[in-house]
């Protein structure tokens, strides 16, 4: 490799760009880039799609949620000796009784279903989106009621492109953040600290640039008694208030809340200080710079440098605060900005392990098996979890309520997702899914690099297949003796054009002709294998 190609701890220059609106070109470049960091990959036909709108109807378009298309299914009697008793095979079981003998496979269900979810994705940010609010607002799957997982699930896709205040609320009461955080444990007498001190650190007002908390214990403590009275029913499946474990008396925070008394409340309106409580968090400055850094860290870059906190965070928090804590408002400004389409920004970010293995499979149009087929379905989505836990990022299990650490571990940042250990993971599975194949029950899924090909507008001139690819593959840019390398490897190290020109016309003009596919078969795998094996495809 030459010495400008990828290296993951090099530092992009200072960005002064801010949130003008971006004036420049608008073709298919931009449109691969907002795509790539706005849904799981860019296929030709969502570039294509785009590419004949404005970037403001694009924006528009990608900001608008969807439906839930279909539930998680049993998939795991078949393949289990505890069958459910309570769901038929093939049918969904998250609004059944919990059943801790199969709970385990319920939340394999609950996982590979996720996955799939995002395979699936139509266009719009909405799978990327609960995938921050997942690292976010993090609680952990394993060893949880898996109904009250699902039912998590749901109040981060119905908030994650909704009002932040609000969607605070939610998770307070959520069933599965209750059971994870403690909360439905916190009484008068016993007030539990977890979600007091991380609603606070974690999920609104943040930490000060030098790690220290600008709220103090005894906040944290006030909180702890303020939200004392909530448990779960594990009937509705909801978080409810029990007026008889709250703590009625006043609590009072610190000057940094501009010494606020929450003034204690009996009864059923002792719910009502909840109110109070978040009217405070978002009342302070802290909480809309906190959530835009988190944003910006997310969809742009990790480096908040100054001049990213004045040109960018800052008026972004604005928009936030303007817009009552709406979140469309503040991703319609940064993504219609010039600076998230600096030159600077494209192609920096190591890809996370669920983007890169999303994306792959989508980019390449890899073919599932169809809903008839859900027990070779969720087996191959079970299979791709797997491989992503592999490479430290497990959807449903973030290792700890802060998150995944290359969203917030200074000063690497993104470059954890890399190592001795996950690079070469990354390299096999990849390797894997375009050489062989992945099967179970009897289904198969595999990169078919002929059937890919084929889907670009010029395949048959090899320049102009090597520009394609790398448009839509890569955002890093590369040098010619890169160019080369690819070029040699589809004349088969021969120095004339139709050495490969002549190889695709032959198999296009008899396609059941076994020789002229192996031929080109041959070819394209080492291909795509190259551009698969090198770090710039790592990068978004």
């Not at 860019?42 to 970037?55: C, E, G, I, W, Y």
């Not at 936030?320 to 494209?346: C, G, M, R, W, Y």
Request: overall charge neutral.
């Amino acid at each position: 490799m030459t010495e400008t190609t990828f290296n993951p701890t090099r530092k992009i220059r200072p960005v002064l760009s801010g949130l003008t609106p971006y004036a420049g070109a608008w073709g298919r470049d931009q449109v691969i880039h907002l795509l790539k960091r706005t849904m799981f990959g860019a296929t030709q036909a969502d570039v294509d799609h785009f590419a004949a709108l404005t970037l403001n109807a694009s924006i528009a378009e990608l900001l608008q949620p969807n439906a839930l298309a279909e539930l998680p299914l049993n998939n795991y009697s078949g393949n289990v000796n505890q069958p459910d008793p309570n769901v038929p095979l093939g049918q969904t079981w998250v609004s059944a009784p919990y059943d801790g003998n199969i709970a385990g496979s319920r939340r394999a269900s609950l996982k590979a279903w996720w996955m799939g979810i995002m395979l699936n994705q139509t266009r719009s940010i909405q799978e990327k989106m609960v995938l921050f609010w997942h690292n976010h607002f993090s609680t952990q799957l394993n060893n949880y009621d898996p109904t009250l997982a699902y039912v998590h699930y749901v109040t981060l896709r119905q908030n994650a492109l909704g009002n932040f205040k609000t969607f605070a609320k939610a998770i307070t009461v959520d069933p599965h953040m209750l059971n994870f955080l403690n909360g439905k444990n916190s009484i008068k007498t016993a007030p539990d600290e977890n979600y007091g001190r991380e609603v606070q650190e974690l999920f609104t007002v943040g930490k000060n640039a030098d790690g220290s908390t600008p709220y103090t214990e005894a906040d944290v403590k006030a909180a702890a008694r303020l939200l004392t009275g909530y448990q779960v029913d594990y009937n509705s499946r909801k978080g409810i208030f029990t007026a008889s474990r709250h703590d009625a008396t006043d609590k009072q925070f610190s000057a940094f809340y501009g010494n606020k008394i929450i003034k204690g409340q009996a009864g059923d309106a002792g719910a009502k200080e909840l109110d109070d409580f978040l009217d405070m968090l978002f009342g302070v400055p802290n909480t809309a710079s906190y959530i835009c850094r988190k944003l910006y860290r997310f969809f742009v870059y990790y480096d908040v440098t100054p001049d990213v906190e004045t040109n960018v965070i800052q008026p972004l928090a604005a928009i936030l605060k303007t817009n009552n804590f709406e979140i469309k408002p503040v991703l319609q400004a940064l993504f219609s900005s010039q600076h998230f389409f600096d030159a600077a920004n494209v192609g920096v970010v190591i890809k996370p392990p669920t983007d890169h293995l999303v994306a792959m499979m989508r980019e390449f149009n890899v073919a599932f098996p169809d809903a008839a087929n859900y027990m070779a379905k969720y087996g191959m989505w079970n299979y791709l979890v797997g491989v992503g836990g592999s490479l430290s990022q497990s959807i449903g299990d973030p290792p700890n309520v802060a998150g995944w650490p290359a969203y917030y571990q200074t000063p690497v940042y993104h470059e954890i997702w890399v190592n001795t250990d996950t690079l070469p993971k990354r390299l096999n599975f990849s390797d894997n899914i375009l050489l062989n194949s992945y099967s179970t029950q009897g289904q198969k899924i595999f990169i078919d690099p002929v059937a890919y090909t084929k889907s670009l507008p010029n395949p048959s001139d090899p320049n102009a297949l090597i520009t394609d690819a790398l448009a839509l593959l890569y955002r890093a840019p590369v040098e010619a003796d890169f160019v080369a390398a690819m070029k040699s490897i589809l004349l088969s190290a021969q120095l004339s054009d139709h050495y490969w020109t002549d190889a695709w016309n032959a198999y296009l003009a008899d396609v059941t002709n076994k020789t002229n596919l192996n031929i080109v078969t041959t070819r394209l795998k080492s291909f795509y294998k190259f551009l698969l094996d090198q770090m710039e495809y790592q990068l978004s």
